[in-house]
């Protein structure tokens, strides 16, 4: 399953981030392999925001179609 196909509401895994330079953004907002996140909200042909904690990130939709996740 990819973040793409997330709905609002669900708590996911991110297991694996295929692309280096995608990786290291994900790691500056606190996103790495194994965390645990919750889509706060899916824009309709937009981005996928995750929430962890107190904080929100938006996720482009063609970035969300690379990320391996899996329901927690």
Not at 62 to 69: F, P, T
Request: glycine content about 8%; proline content about 3%.
């Amino acid at each position: 399953m990819t973040l793409d196909q997330v709905q609002r509401g669900q708590k996911i895994r991110i297991l694996a981030i295929p692309q280096e330079e995608i990786r290291a953004q994900a790691i500056r907002f606190g996103i790495s392999i194994g965390a645990e996140v919750e889509c706060a909200e899916k824009i309709m042909a937009g981005p996928i925001v995750l929430a962890k904690g107190k904080q929100e990130i938006a996720i482009g939709r063609r970035l969300a179609e690379n990320i391996k996740i899996a329901l927690a």
